[in-house]
């Protein structure tokens, strides 16, 4: 059984990928109502990737005859425009790679390696993440929002 703050930050986590996953969900929506089909289905992805990661800290605390909470760590926000989509979803990427490496460290301290190895695996996929949103941004920045956002319209009505 890991020590009481592993299985904190286990929920935690349950938590962060919870909201995250219904997060990009809301995005996809929302990419869908303005048109930007490809950039809904990238969000679909990545709402996909999310519940993924969710059902790993869920398997994980089970592992250890604990209950998962399934709880959201924050209500999910709709976007007004994409700058303010990726900004506010890079800010979740760093608070979640600050996170799991803090959490990281600790079930090293523990030795708990199983929880240690999930953290870090899950951190290295928000760095990815964490990149992705950083080159959007720089994208728009120098392109700007309407070329931008041509790239991510097929001009097919996409089937909700």
């Given at each position: 059984?890991p020590?009481n703050?592993?299985?904190?930050?286990?929920?935690k986590a349950?938590?962060?990928?919870?909201t995250a996953?219904?997060?990009?969900?809301?995005?996809?929506?929302?990419?869908?109502?303005w048109?930007?089909?490809?950039?809904a289905?990238?969000?679909?992805?990545e709402?996909h990737?999310?519940?993924?990661?969710?059902?790993?800290?869920m398997?994980r605390?089970?592992?250890?005859?604990?209950?998962?909470?399934?709880?959201?760590?924050k209500k999910?926000?709709?976007a007004?425009?994409?700058?303010?989509?990726?900004?506010?979803?890079?800010?979740?990427?760093?608070?979640?790679?600050?996170?799991?490496?803090?959490?990281?460290q600790?079930?090293?301290?523990?030795?708990d390696?199983?929880?240690r190895t999930?953290?870090?695996?899950?951190?290295?996929d928000?760095?990815?993440?964490?990149g992705?949103?950083e080159?959007q941004?720089?994208?728009?920045e120098?392109?700007?929002?309407?070329?931008?956002s041509?790239?991510y319209?097929?001009?097919?009505a996409?089937?909700?």
């Open positions: 059984m020590d703050q592993t299985m904190k930050y286990l929920q349950l938590h962060m990928e919870l996953a219904h997060q990009y969900q809301l995005h996809a929506h929302v990419l869908n109502d048109g930007l089909d490809k950039l289905a990238q969000m679909r992805a709402m990737e999310e519940l993924g990661h969710s059902d790993l800290f398997a605390i089970m592992f250890f005859n604990g209950n998962p909470d399934l709880e959201f760590y999910p926000i709709q007004d425009n994409l700058v303010s989509m990726f900004k506010s979803d890079l800010a979740d990427e760093l608070e979640a790679i600050e996170f799991y490496t803090a959490a990281a600790h079930a090293m301290k523990t030795g390696i199983g929880s999930l953290f870090e695996q899950i951190a290295l928000e760095e990815g993440h964490k992705w949103l080159l941004l720089s994208l728009i120098r392109l700007g929002e309407k070329a931008f041509a790239k319209v097929s001009g097919v996409s089937e909700e």
